[in-house]
């Protein structure tokens, strides 16, 4: 075990390398008392020849910061041999940012939840160095650590404070590591140009680094990318010089060729638009070069902290099969609600039909509810949005798929590890697009089951309504032939005429509502119809569910995955023996064996499975809107005979409490029985009735 | 690559073995042509010695045999270096059923699901080999292997027919395995015993190996178990062949001691109750040496297919917070699973309060519905079970937990490693019930939910059906004063006085009923009262899901894993360097400090944490279910008084109807008065029926 090293509490063993940079090692290590694992910083002889004040510095930093987002001091202790002072840390098992962004998973970018705790930890360690006094001046993705609590949380925690300053402390700073990419530009053009500049490096020299950092985590992207890459330094060093304000990237795509900007992110990156539309402003303000507009850090913190406290609402837009996230400030009600909704998927507020939970969102929620109070959504149990206009469901347009790459048939170890890595991102992409297409086939039956329990709910209700109303028109009829005979005897009899003739007249248009009201119910409550057809045209499909599509895809990404790490051992091993070789050529078919398969799995399966699901859906949902339109018409209607009757009631009790009892009585020969001429009428009146509910 | 070995289309590297056995070794391979991973038997020349034919067979039975549930043959081909055949199989990355029960995961036996599907496969591939008129002769978790197919389902596969033989082929057998406890008891016999014996071998001498894998697969344990173990051979015989039919287990714990004899499966074992009482027949049956009682295959195969047929009802049984298995037979209606639930909760059928997606089962399921028909629960989303005769709360009795084993301060590399896994038996045990207690959490929150749901809709509906009655009540009010002044001018006026005055008798006390359902309406629907109490009670308390108990045993479980791995790897080196001892202190160290820790979370945090919340659940359902019985009280008051004044109704209307108008009229002083002594009566019985709601 001669690469075992040591101090007085800690041992650690010098092929286990965490990482290196310039100045020195980190490897992973255990407390000799405890087991307790920890990352062991050494410094290299090079870094012994700073200044010992200069040494000291990372050392002073490290007491100082005290914070869940800052990688935790253990200890500093000697190394056993003499080879100097050593950093005891807590371990990040995650690794660094910059090992996950180089994960081919994560070629664009990090997914929505991941990019609000990168920025949330980013930020709040940022505070705390801030509160501090300290600029970080080398912020990266290398430096921001992954780290796994007991409890299974994800913590992100900024590291390596070597170049750490004193706000004022304007001493030359120089980038060691070869990471200029994420400089602040005075920075860069110091640091990496070598030039004299007279401009002193205040805290934003951080808050750029911060900005591209995120762009990076975003996408998975650098935001400035001269052609050739980082050699490009003259490029490099335009491209952020010269950049407008509110442009948040720029790519030169070939040699000294012009520079390609933008003000938004790109359309692969995984971030919603709900989340784009407030991360976009928030990139082009770190990333600002011109001083007059800089942010400040206060402006920062405030910037994120409204981004963080916002509510996010998961809404699935059936007719569109698109799962949208709506951010809301904690105290917007439910009207934002429904204009965000609007903005997003353009379906006019007044024809968004909302489900949660089986009914309509409002029967939860008030419109005075504040989005805090709102039901707990989350992207597999969301709110359903469906259109009231528009009775058609489409796909969302799909951007194109990435091209796999295409491996020369000699054996390269060298190049080969490249090309597994670019498969398998690849790999990543058409797995993330069938794991969407099986959320979709999930959420679209939960939708369809939504809908058709609302109206069962609605129906049940309505019919429940009817019998009562009914029962009620019974008797008010009754009342209305005794007060009538009672108005025969009194001289009130002529002021009964106009009411008892719209009571009369109430009945057949009522029992024509009613007995539509009733079939409804049985074809839809009691033989459950919608659900019949729903069942029958999805027999038999081939929903990515039931052809468990997305372990599949799992399975095959982890294949790539497999023969990838093969191939890194392979460029690792540099050369190979005869028969190395030969598994080595065995793993590259296999990569493309599984690339095919699983492309082919989301392309000539799923796709098409998902297609014809949607048509189902379309077929279904001409069917369920109309029913739903015309259970709309009904409870109107229902609730106009109910005021209606209350009020021909009302007065009847008017008139009867009028009438002196007295009174002489007169008969009417027309007592109970209709005019031949108003029952035709009233006939007439019933067949339209039939004819709008059934339109 | 002196490891590499080949054959025609087959490389495979001897230093990846999968298995070892009398005849042979099985390897990992690959395809040379597509790179797909495969297993490699290979003999060795030990086996080469037996007759042509004899070694012929194994290759014989397994061309022969074609199912999902059978280890398939890829190929036979020649080793290329003469070492002779190799039989080419598909790889089942799961391993074998021994390494999983010999996984301390599983020193209690597999969960339910698995214990299933290992049931369903077994005899399923058992199935094909007597289809094929074979007897595997050597059945033992060795030769069931794991299959995970590219779509992540488990699937368990026969293997190993180098001991099969046709049925009627009487050939002497000899265990080369050395697994004799999987034996028949006259296979023993003659195999391990070496006794002649002139019985000839049936086909059910697999079955006797299936009960007792099966048994195995229940508990982690085998059933016959003499002290000492598999060298103790006479006790092991006598125990097997002295056994009453019915007994499924034999343990004895002393030396020459006596057998303690069990009929049931043991209490550590995990199978709900619901399975025990459907398994521990089917093993009595499988283990039963008496010829004349011993089972056929097909009964065999009837009895399983009856157990797998079954329908499993989730339930929670809140007031015991407990998951109950029900199995129905897929024709069973709902009275059959009440009369279930009450065998297995002792809850009687006409108090038990079943509610599924927030609603009584009975709004879903129809008294006719088959159990097939059922809504889908699962572990998860279970049926809640209330007690309408029990309000009380109380936490399931717990098993002693096993203690976790003490390890000497010195190192020994052989024990210590032992000890490890018995301390990570330990650790899952503490996972598995900080699981449940988390479960248990999960489930009393949904459980409340459930239950104040059900209610508010309960007392929404008896709102609304309360104002339509009022409605209703007061038209006929008004019809009944119309049709009394008629009166006054008829004859039929001494018929109305009892009909009048039951109608006013109605009114103040459908009042009070009303008011009742108001107030209750206010309290426990606008105010929702239920859900303060409870939130209130629960508020800040440390239940396990909200202090991440659960990932948190898993963590712990992990690292207890990894030292066992760590002092495993120690044992298979057997002589350790200075450092190498220091690392294996510490790891012991670790395997303390890991199994104190997850001891103390299960016992100190989350046990008293979930009897808390258990007590707060008490408290909430004593008052919910006095709501509960309320409302029941006051659903059947609103029928009776809408069928009373249905009644009375119809009865104005037949007066009415034979009323003669031209009839003289009387005056009543009376008339919408009631008289002081009438409205005595009513007050008196006004707040007897006040008393009656809030008793």
């Keep these: 075990?001669?690469?075992?090293?040591?101090?007085?509490?800690?041992?650690?063993?010098?092929?286990?390398?965490?990482?290196?940079g310039a100045t020195g090692s980190v490897f992973q290590g255990v407390n000799k008392n405890t087991g307790e694992s920890v990352a062991v910083k050494t410094f290299n002889p090079y870094s012994h020849l700073r200044?010992?004040?200069?040494?000291?510095?990372?050392?002073?930093?490290?007491?100082?910061?005290?914070?869940?987002?800052?990688?935790?001091?253990?200890?500093?202790?000697?190394?056993?041999?003499?080879?100097?002072?050593?950093?005891?840390?807590?371990?990040?098992?995650?690794?660094?940012l910059f090992n996950i962004l180089d994960d081919p998973e994560n070629s664009y970018g990090l997914p929505e939840n991941e990019f609000l705790l990168v920025l949330e930890h980013l930020c709040a360690g940022m505070k705390h160095l801030r509160d501090n006094n300290l600029v970080h001046r080398d912020l990266k993705p290398g430096n921001i650590m992954k780290f796994i609590s007991e409890d299974g949380q994800t913590i992100y925690k900024l590291t390596d404070f070597g170049a750490a300053r004193e706000l004022d402390d304007n001493q030359a700073f120089v980038s060691l590591y070869g990471t200029e990419e994420y400089l602040h530009p005075d920075m860069y053009e110091r640091a990496v140009l070598r030039k004299q500049i007279n401009r002193s490096f205040t805290a934003n020299v951080d808050?750029?680094?911060?900005?591209?950092?995120?762009?990076?985590?975003?996408?998975?992207?650098?935001?400035?990318?001269?052609?050739?890459?980082?050699?490009?330094?003259?490029?490099?060093?335009?491209?952020?010089?010269?950049?407008?304000?509110?442009?948040?990237?720029?790519?030169?795509?070939?040699?000294?060729?012009?520079?390609?900007?933008?003000?938004?992110?790109?359309?692969?990156?995984?971030?919603?638009?709900?989340?784009k539309t407030l991360v976009t402003p928030l990139l082009a303000g770190l990333l600002e070069k011109n001083r007059e507009n800089t942010w400040s850090f206060d402006r920062f913190f405030q910037e994120v902290t409204l981004i963080l406290r916002k509510i996010v609402l998961h809404v699935f837009f059936t007719n569109r099969t698109t799962s949208?996230?709506?951010?809301?400030?904690?105290?917007?009600?439910?009207?934002?609600?429904?204009?965000?909704?609007?903005?997003?998927?353009?379906?006019?507020?007044?024809?968004?039909?909302?489900?949660?939970?089986?009914?309509?969102?409002?029967?939860?929620?008030?419109?005075?509810?504040?989005?805090?109070?709102?039901?707990?959504?989350?992207?597999?149990?969301?709110?359903?949005?469906y259109s009231n206009d528009d009775n058609n469901v489409q796909l969302p347009q799909q951007l194109e798929l990435p091209k796999f790459p295409v491996f020369p048939t000699n054996v390269s170890v060298e190049n080969d590890a490249s090309l597994a890595k670019a498969a398998?991102?690849?790999?990543?992409?058409?797995?993330?697009r069938i794991d969407t297409f099986t959320s979709m086939d999930m959420l679209m039956k939960r939708g369809v089951e939504q809908f058709i329990a609302m109206l069962i709910?609605?129906?049940?209700?309505?019919l429940k309504k009817t019998n009562h109303i009914e029962n009620l028109l019974t008797t008010t009829l009754d009342y209305a032939d005794a007060v009538k005979r009672l108005g025969n005897m009194t001289k009130n009899g002529h002021e009964l005429k106009?009411?008892?003739?719209?009571?009369?007249?109430?009945?057949?248009?009522?029992?024509?509502?009613?007995?539509?009201?009733?079939?409804?119910?049985?074809?839809?409550?009691?033989?459950?119809?919608?659900?019949?057809?729903?069942?029958?045209?999805?027999?038999?499909?081939?929903?990515?569910?039931?052809?468990?599509?997305?372990?599949?895809?799992?399975?095959?990404?982890?294949?790539?995955?497999?023969?990838?790490?093969h191939l890194l051992r392979d460029r690792a091993t540099r050369t190979l023996t005869y028969n190395d070789e030969q598994f080595h050529a065995l793993e590259k078919i296999k990569v493309l064996r599984n690339g095919d398969r699983i492309k082919t799995l989301l392309l000539d399966d799923v796709k098409p499975a998902v297609a014809q699901m949607a048509e189902c859906l379309a077929d279904w949902y001409k069917l369920a809107q109309t029913v739903f339109l015309k259970t709309q018409i009904l409870e109107k209607d229902i609730r106009d005979y109910e005021r209606k009757l209350n009020d021909l009631r009302d007065k009847l009790y008017h008139i009867k409490s009028e009438m002196k009892a007295d009174e002489s009585t007169r008969t009417n020969a027309n007592n109970n029985i209709l005019s031949k001429n108003m029952q035709k009428t009233l006939i007439k009146k019933c067949t339209n009735n039939t004819r709008k509910y059934w339109k």
Excluded at 457 to 462: Q, R, V
Aim: with cysteine; aromatic share 8%.
């Design 1 to 20: 075990m001669a690469f075992l090293r040591g101090s007085l509490n800690y041992v650690w063993c010098t092929t286990s390398v965490l990482g290196k």
């Design 51 to 96: 200044p010992q004040d200069v040494q000291m510095r990372e050392f002073e930093a490290l007491k100082k910061l005290h914070h869940e987002n800052i990688v935790k001091l253990l200890a500093i202790e000697e190394d056993q041999e003499g080879r100097g002072k050593v950093i005891v840390m807590e371990l990040c098992t995650g690794g660094s």
């Design 207 to 275: 808050l750029w680094s911060i900005g591209v950092t995120l762009y990076h985590v975003a996408t998975g992207n650098l935001p400035f990318r001269p052609f050739g890459g980082r050699k490009n330094r003259e490029t490099m060093h335009q491209i952020t010089t010269k950049k407008a304000s509110g442009v948040i990237s720029g790519t030169q795509l070939s040699e000294n060729g012009p520079i390609e900007w933008s003000t938004t992110l790109p359309s692969y990156c995984h971030l919603s638009e709900g989340l």
């Design 457 to 462: 709910t609605t129906i049940t209700l309505l």
């Design 324 to 385: 949208v996230e709506v951010y809301l400030e904690p105290d917007e009600q439910i009207d934002n609600f429904r204009d965000r909704i609007y903005l997003q998927t353009e379906v006019p507020i007044e024809k968004q039909i909302l489900l949660f939970n089986n009914e309509h969102l409002e029967s939860r929620v008030m419109s005075s509810s504040i989005s805090k109070a709102f039901p707990t959504t989350t992207a597999e149990s969301p709110i359903f949005l």
């Design 498 to 565: 106009p009411i008892l003739s719209k009571l009369y007249d109430l009945k057949p248009n009522f029992d024509v509502a009613a007995d539509v009201i009733m079939q409804m119910h049985k074809r839809f409550v009691v033989e459950d119809a919608l659900n019949d057809q729903w069942s029958s045209s999805m027999h038999g499909k081939r929903c990515p569910c039931r052809t468990r599509a997305s372990p599949r895809a799992k399975y095959l990404v982890e294949r790539l995955r497999d023969s990838w790490q």
């Design 424 to 432: 398998c991102s690849v790999g990543h992409e058409c797995k993330r």
